[in-house]
Nanobody, 120 residues
């Protein structure tokens, strides 16, 4: 199976920055898309940003121009650089990856989540 380990969450002031990292490990034939979702209390997870293995990116409208997603395929790691943070970015952020683990099996995986809090 595939394990995703997140790091980099924490507390930031409005206008500040944080960088999230998510490292994948396990038996991976091909890592397809990797991305970040966030979840507010009592709400469903929503896409923040994703990146394919060829580098195509997708962003939620609310983070365009402020957040940047990138990945290091050699390290099977995805990053989320979050700038100009606002209180409404406060949420639990989850890493997601879609990976081919056998010749016929493609699964989606989630990290454990990391709290991001934006407050004075």
């Amino acid at each position: 199976q595939v394990q995703l380990v997140e790091s980099g969450g924490g507390l930031a002031q409005p206008g500040g920055s944080l960088r999230l990292s998510c490292a994948a490990s396990g038996s991976i034939f091909i890592m397809y898309s990797m991305g970040w979702f966030r979840q507010y209390p009592g709400k469903q997870r929503e896409l923040v940003a994703s990146i394919t293995n060829s580098g195509t990116t997708t962003y939620a409208d609310s983070v365009k121009g402020r957040f940047t997603i990138s990945r290091d395929n050699a390290k099977a790691t995805v990053y989320l650089q979050m700038n100009t943070l606002a209180p409404e970015d406060t949420a639990v952020y989850y890493c997601n990856a879609v990976a081919k683990i056998t010749s016929r099996t493609i699964n989606g995986y989630w990290g454990q989540g990391t709290q991001v809090t934006v407050s004075l």
